[in-house]
């Protein structure tokens, strides 16, 4: 757990950023983005804040709102993943 795995990392929890261009996105896809972000945001928080505080109703229950993403997302929230966001906390 050196310097150069803590790169990217606020208090243990990875941000996702994704480059689009706001004008070529097909209508209404603008909107589906956000809505997708908005509810990974919100997982993520629990799930991170839940496994932070030894909390595991909290992960259990972030693990059943995950199920309602894509599953590129749901990755992120997989132990096994290569992915997985939540390594340091």
Sequence with gaps: MGDERKRG???GFRVLTLLYR????????FQRLV???KAYRAVGAL?????RLNLEEG?????ER??????YY??????E???YQFSEV
């Design 35 to 37: 809505e997708l972000f």
């Design 66 to 71: 995950v199920r309602q993403l894509p599953s």
């Design 9 to 11: 990392l606020v208090e």
């Design 74 to 79: 749901r990755r992120a929230f997989d132990e």
């Design 81 to 83: 993943s290569r992915v």
């Design 47 to 51: 799930y991170f804040w839940s496994k």
């Design 59 to 63: 992960v259990e229950l972030a693990l």
């Design 22 to 29: 706001v004008s070529e996105l097909p209508a209404g896809a």
